[in-house]
């Protein structure tokens, strides 16, 4: 333990000083909130904070979302069964490097690790990311259904002379 005798403001500025000169500071100013710009392309959701805790989320926007999702997923698809005509063998043309750039395509076009691989695997993530949405959709529409059935008996039994 360090011990170091403050007697007046000199002294405390003096310390304040040696302590300021020996903590470490960030190389640059953290930005503020303002600063950092809004979301821009597709698929941006605007969210509003209203200081309650809690997110608010509507069924039709849900399904709007996974409706586009949906369509994404249709074109990725195509794009599969198109990158299907690439994994088939180029004719080796006159040129030096034509055997060698054969083989490049061939690896380029694979389901091992060419496009249809890369493609394969946007499938598999959108199909993650649609399951989860619709695990996210069916939970809400679930709670919000039990919360108004609850709400229902509790105001029934009220209207019946009842106690909460």
Known sequence: MSSHRVSDWDDARSLHKQFAKSEHKPARRVQDAASVHDPSGA????????????IELDPAEIAAADAELAQRQDELAGYLRQAGQLASPLKDGSSPVAEHLRKAFEVRGSADGGVQATLQQYLDELSALRDAIHAASTGLVQQEDSAHEALGALHNRMGDGGTA
């Not at 698929?43 to 809690?54: Q, Y």
């Open 43 to 54: 698929g941006n959701a605007e969210l509003v904070a209203d200081d309650s805790g809690t």
